[in-house]
């Protein structure tokens, strides 16, 4: 989790969640509630990507709706930062899901910058 504070050691922090993911469920679960808690804050947009980008296929539905529910959060504040608006347009791009293209297109209104 410490590589995932640092932009410079983003790329190898998602690569070691996708190690975690496949052989040690318990750690990769704390790197996920991790990552989910900073989601709109201070977690770097790359691991933010891999996250959404493996939502279905290694995430849990608890896990999912962790997500869901910050998703929710962020958009239901009025006004949203750019900060925010960034990361929510970066996250819904990088889902794995075909299905969610209706999601893909949907901005937050309450952002000055959409």
């Not at 896990?63 to 962020?74: E, P, R, S, V, W």
Request: proline letters at 4%; a negative charge.
């Amino acid at each position: 989790m410490a590589w995932s504070k640092y932009n410079e050691f983003s790329t190898l922090a998602y690569r070691l969640a996708g190690i975690l993911d496949r052989g040690h469920k318990n750690q990769f679960a704390r790197v996920v509630e991790d990552w989910t808690a900073r989601l709109f804050s201070e977690l770097p947009l790359e691991c933010g990507r891999w996250l959404f980008s493996h939502a279905q296929s290694s995430l849990t539905e608890a896990q999912q709706k962790q997500i869901a529910g910050q998703l929710n959060q962020t958009v239901q504040k009025d006004p949203i930062s750019e900060n925010e608006g960034t990361r929510y347009q970066t996250f819904i791009e990088a889902f794995e899901d075909p299905d969610l293209i209706d999601l893909r297109s949907a901005r937050p209104d309450n952002c000055g910058r959409y």
